[in-house]
């Protein structure tokens, strides 16, 4: 059975920063294209940052030089380490594993950025 578990959300005031895990199981993680996507109320759902399996990462405009996106092949984990955080930056984060036709997603977490 495929686990995609996301955690590391929560309130945080503009300027903090957050670190989001996205712990997997039930995939061979190390072949996987993993990816950070995020979802403000009313709005559609954005990439936020992705990374390959070949190692590629890129991120969104909107986060680049404040966001960092890592993997850890040996823990089947992904992270997300959110600095300089931005009210725009408040929104449901969820996490992505794909491979070929294989697509999963997690639950989400909540990451409020507020004062």
């Known amino acids: 059975q495929v686990q995609v578990v996301e955690s590391g959300g929560g309130l945080v005031q503009p300027g903090g920063s957050l670190r989001l895990s996205c712990a997997t199981s039930?995939?061979?993680?190390?072949?996987?294209?993993m990816a950070w996507y995020r979802q403000a109320p009313g709005k559609q759902r954005e990439l936020v940052a992705a990374s390959t399996w070949g190692d590629t990462i890129n991120y969104a405009d909107s986060v680049k030089g404040r966001f960092t996106i890592a993997r850890d092949n040996g823990k089947n984990t992904l992270y997300l380490q959110m600095n300089s955080l931005k009210p725009e930056d408040t929104a449901v984060y969820y996490c992505?594993?794909?491979?070929?036709?294989?697509?999963?997603w997690g639950q989400g977490t909540q990451v409020t950025v507020s004062s």
């Open positions: 039930g995939i061979l993680f190390v072949i996987y294209d």
């Open positions: 992505n594993a794909v491979h070929r036709r294989n697509d999963y």
